[in-house]
C-alpha cells in the first residue's frame, strides 16, 4: 500500500515549456487534490476533484490545468511554465470529507 | 471556514509534553478543528481533528475549550523526530469537497 505517489519528484524546466505532474493513490478515495507551497508559506489549492471525470478550481487555478480521467490518477498540467510557478507540488487524497492523505511533492523549478 | 492563529515558534525539551495553542474564534458550529504538521521536505501528516470533545489517539490529544474558540495540541512525550511545522485549520464540516486552508503554522523545535 502505497498511499499517495507523486511523479516525478524534482523537474527543471525552461519558461515557455510544458509538463505534466502525476498523482497516484492506492486507496480508493474519491477525492484528489492540488497544493502548492512556496517559501516560508502554507500551502494553497489549486484544483480539486470529487470524482472521477469532475475537476473544480481551488484558491490558485490560473496557470494550471487538471483532468481526472481515472479514479486513481490525478494529473496536473502547465502548458506554458512561468518562474512564478517556482514551488513544491503537494497531492492529496481523502473519502469526502475525511483526513487527506498527502503525497511527499514534486519540487518543480522555472527557469 | 474560520482564521486560526498560532504562535510562530515554540521550544520543547525533548521526553517533556508540547502544547500547541491556536485561536479560532470565528469558528461556527458545523466547522471541525483538524491538526496536520510537515516534517521538512514532507507532505502534510493528519494528526488529530474534533468537533466540539476533547479527542485522542496514538499520536497526540486534542483540548477544545468550551466555546471552541481556541484548542490545544498536546504532544505528551516530544521527541526529536517531533520537530516540525504544526498547522492549525479549521474546515467546514458539511457540503461537497472541503479544501484544507493552511496558515503559516507553528514551528515546534525539540531539543535534547
Known amino acids: 500500500n502505497a498511499g499517495v505517489t507523486q511523479t516525478p519528484k524534482f523537474r527543471v524546466l525552461k519558461t515557455g515549456q510544458s509538463m505534466t505532474l502525476l498523482c497516484a493513490q492506492d486507496?480508493?478515495?474519491?477525492?484528489m487534490y492540488w497544493y502548492r507551497q512556496d517559501p516560508g508559506m502554507g500551502l494553497r489549492l489549486i484544483h480539486y476533484s470529487v470524482g472521477e471525470g469532475t475537476t473544480a478550481k481551488g484558491e490558485v487555478p490560473d496557470g494550471y490545468n487538471v483532468s481526472r480521467l481515472k479514479k486513481q490518477n490525478f494529473l496536473l498540467g502547465l502548458e506554458s511554465a512561468a518562474p512564478s510557478q517556482t514551488s513544491v507540488y503537494f497531492c492529496?487524497?481523502?473519502?469526502?470529507?475525511?483526513?487527506?492523505?498527502f503525497g511527499d511533492g514534486t519540487r518543480l523549478s522555472i527557469l | 471556514d474560520a482564521k486560526t492563529t498560532q504562535p510562530t515558534s515554540m521550544d520543547c525539551a525533548e521526553g517533556r509534553a508540547a502544547n500547541l495553542p491556536c485561536n479560532h474564534s470565528?469558528?461556527?458550529?458545523?466547522?471541525?478543528v483538524y491538526w496536520y504538521r510537515q516534517i521538512h521536505s514532507q507532505g502534510p501528516q493528519y494528526i488529530i481533528h474534533?468537533?466540539?470533545n476533547n479527542e485522542t489517539n496514538e499520536m497526540a490529544s486534542l483540548i477544545i475549550t468550551e466555546d471552541r474558540k481556541s484548542s490545544t495540541l498536546i504532544l505528551p512525550h516530544a521527541t526529536l523526530r517531533d520537530t516540525a511545522v504544526y498547522y492549525c485549520i479549521v474546515r467546514d464540516g458539511t457540503g461537497t469537497a472541503s479544501k484544507l486552508t493552511f496558515g503559516t503554522g507553528t514551528r515546534l523545535q525539540v531539543t535534547l
Open positions: 474534533g468537533l466540539k
Open positions: 486507496m480508493n478515495h474519491e477525492y
Open positions: 492529496a487524497s481523502s473519502y469526502s470529507l475525511q483526513p487527506q492523505h
Open positions: 470565528t469558528i461556527s458550529g458545523n466547522e471541525y
